[in-house]
């Protein structure tokens, strides 16, 4: 393995600026919390709810606030985009194709960045929650597996606030909900939690991949109440074109 650590290139944290830039056109970026010094340049695991297509964007901004340079484990769709696919590969994120066998080759690859020294970006819902109340759905097991095999630290990222910008099936409706954003300024909050403790769950073990994955799941849910105190069952924003699924949700203990 090579042991120079892993440099985020000057079009990623380029990337970045930009994004703190538009982040703060349609909306009003507040972040919480902080990333560890000794985990900020990696490596480590950040693993975020996910609500909106603009949450790639927000992460961005948020992370370059906190001086944090993360590779995003992103959908194989952006990658063959004509343009943004070789952007994506240029900045260093991880394919990922979801519902095929080359999704465990992503797992490796991502493995083998955070051991090398990055900051790597995992969802892990698998998707967009459609939670009615859109908290966190119950994960996937594929964070907690990343950092059984890096024994990397896991940072919870709760966000709230950027499904006020960009609605669930963009880019249709896009113009319009952008539009009323830039109008509105919503706030959009981001928060980085402690490190969530796995190191009694051995790698391998009967269920240990799924008990990491609901602390990891609690830990981001913990961490989202602070963000929406006036908004704890339902969101005061309804997206129409958003559809609802119960079959994920997550048994979990709310805060507070």
């Known amino acids: 393995m090579n042991s120079t650590p892993w440099r985020a290139p000057l079009l990623w944290r380029s990337a970045q600026t930009l ?16 990333v560890p010094d000794a985990l900020r340049h990696g490596p480590l695991v950040l693993a975020a709810n996910h609500i909106s297509p603009f949450d790639p964007v927000v992460l961005a901004a948020a992370c370059r606030v906190r001086r ?35 999704v465990h080759r ?28 859109m908290w966190p759905e119950r994960g ?5 597996r990343l ?39 919503p706030a959009i909050r981001v928060h980085f939690g402690a490190p969530v403790p796995l190191d009694d769950l051995r790698s391998g073990s009967p269920g240990a991949a799924r008990q990491a994955t ?9 961490d989202l109440v602070p963000l929406r105190p006036d908004e704890p069952d339902r969101p005061r924003h309804v997206d129409p ?16």
């Open 19 to 34: 994004a703190r830039a538009v982040v703060g056109l349609v909306g009003r970026l507040e972040v919480t919390g902080d």
């Open 68 to 102: 944090v340079a993360p590779r995003i484990m992103a959908t194989g769709g952006l990658f063959r985009a004509p343009v943004i696919g070789s952007l994506m590969r240029r900045a260093g994120h991880i394919r990922v194709d979801r519902g095929t066998s080359a």
């Open 106 to 133: 992503s797992l490796e690859v991502a493995a083998e960045a955070v051991a090398g020294g990055s900051v790597v970006v995992v969802y892990p819902e698998g998707r967009i929650g459609l939670d009615p109340g």
């Open 140 to 144: 996937k097991t594929g964070a907690a």
């Open 147 to 185: 950092a059984f095999a890096s024994g990397a630290a896991v940072v919870p990222v709760a966000q709230w606030g950027s499904h006020e910008v960009l609605p669930y099936r963009a880019p249709k409706g896009m113009l319009r909900a952008t539009a009323r954003a830039i109008v509105r300024r």
């Open 214 to 222: 609901d602390r990891i799941i609690d830990a981001i849910t913990d």
């Open 241 to 256: 074109g958003r559809p609802v699924d119960t079959a994920r949700a997550h048994r979990r203990h709310r805060a507070g």
